[in-house]
């Protein structure tokens, strides 16, 4: 966020998570240092969690998808009548 010159919402989109989120681990990170890195279970944080925002692009996609062929589908059965 700090070496970016986008904007925190924007970031926060792309992640898809709320902007002051950004702003807490920005803080944790600076009061816990690199102990803010470890997750509440203990396990190390990617330090990429855009992988989430693909996600939840790709789950868009798919549910697009699904209904296409839902439309596709009640289309033909017309057609074969």
């Known amino acids: 966020m700090e070496k970016s010159n986008r904007p925190s919402v924007e970031i926060a989109t792309e992640l898809g998570i709320k902007r002051n989120q950004l ?9 816990k240092g690199e102990d803010a890195l470890t997750s509440k279970l203990g396990r190390p944080l990617k330090k990429d969690q ?8 790709e789950n ?3 549910r697009e998808e699904v209904e296409i062929l839902k439309k596709a589908a009640v ?7």
């Open 60 to 62: 868009e996609r798919l």
């Open 75 to 81: 289309y033909f059965a017309k057609e074969l009548k």
């Open 23 to 31: 702003y807490k681990w920005k803080e944790q990170l600076e009061n």
């Open 50 to 57: 855009s992988e989430v925002a693909t996600l939840r692009q």
